[in-house]
């Protein structure tokens, strides 16, 4: 999962484990930073409050970046503009949660949260903890949380296999159970299979998210999300209509993600520079229109339009 040229390697102590976990991530994030020195190229604590096309009195055109800082949030906000050739949209597709949908869960007494929100398992001391989703979120939340809550349940559609069982001292207190069913008033919560339990926190780790581009949002020309399907774009990156003046990376999910955004990144800076030569407009719309056909022809919902998994793949490197 590392970048193509800063290897993700486990540590001297010799970690055996195939999956490091958050905290392991971060660290990772951190050196690559330190080692590139990027932290002199990004603006940290800074909300981009709208990006917008204008166009010159010589007609040629840029792209206006209104921004805020937030450090010092009581005082007030000015909003400042800068303008720019070109934008790089990376929110990506981590950006705004989706729960799960659960019966009764309006009526229901106890807090949701989505794993999105999730730092450290300290506030879940003593609680009685349900997950929904056992995925990458889920696996380690879930494990975490166990090592200072009552009880944690999983729910999830397929229960975990037995070479994934819990290695922490606190194991006899991780349950797993199919999908909720419904979640009551009384602050209970049950569980397909009729196991009820009394909750106090519901944490969503079903990997739900929803594409956001608020900042975009006073000028839908530039592109649309319609049933989490970001377009049109040519290979998931260039709107055809405005390549290269604003492209995205980072939407595509199941997949080597990492080394995808390099990928990505290569790409977008050969073209901004002039090294690469994109289609033409014109290409790049059939190019995206035949996509979206043979999508529809395999029964592919459009929420999964961005699904690298199941044999869609690009080419990035080419």
């Given at each position: ?142 494990r975490e ?23 922490t001292a ?106 690469i030569e ?41």
């Amino acid at each position: 999962m590392g970048f193509l040229d800063f290897p993700f390697v486990a540590g001297t102590e010799g970690d055996p484990r195939r999956f490091p976990g958050h905290g392991e991530v971060l660290r990772y994030l951190e050196a690559f930073a330190r080692r590139f020195d990027l932290h002199g190229l990004v603006r940290l604590q800074t909300e981009v409050v709208s990006v917008r096309r204008r166009v010159d009195g010589a007609g040629a055109a840029g792209w206006s970046v209104s921004y805020c800082s937030t450090k010092l949030a009581s005082v007030g906000n000015e909003v400042e503009e800068e303008v720019f050739d070109a934008v790089v949209v990376c929110n990506g597709h981590f950006t705004e949660p989706r729960l799960a949908d659960i019966a009764g869960i309006d009526g229901w007494p106890g807090k949701q949260m989505h794993s999105h929100s999730y730092r450290v398992p300290d506030p879940f001391h003593g609680q009685v903890v349900v997950v929904v989703g056992y995925r990458s979120s889920g696996f380690d939340i879930s494990r975490e949380i166990a090592g200072v809550a009552r009880e944690v349940h999983v729910a999830d559609r397929s229960l975990p296999s037995a070479d994934s069982t819990c290695e922490t001292a606190r194991c006899d207190n991780l349950s797993f159970h199919p999908v909720i069913e419904r979640a009551e008033e009384d602050g209970g919560v049950v569980f397909q299979d009729g196991t009820r339990v009394k909750a106090d926190v519901i944490i969503h780790c079903a990997g739900r998210y929803k594409y956001n581009y608020p900042f975009l949002s006073d000028d839908h020309s530039v592109i649309s999300v319609d049933d989490n399907r970001v377009g049109p774009l040519y290979k998931h990156v260039f709107p055809p209509h405005l390549a290269p003046h604003i492209l995205f990376i980072g939407l595509p999910f199941k997949g080597i993600l990492f080394s995808m955004f390099q990928l990505q990144s290569n790409w977008v800076a050969g073209v901004l520079s002039g090294r690469i030569e994109l289609p033409s407009q014109e290409e790049m719309m059939r190019d995206v229109a035949l996509f979206y056909s043979e999508l529809e022809a395999r029964g592919c919902p459009k929420r999964y339009t961005h699904d690298l998994g199941g044999g869609t793949t690009y080419e990035y490197d080419d």
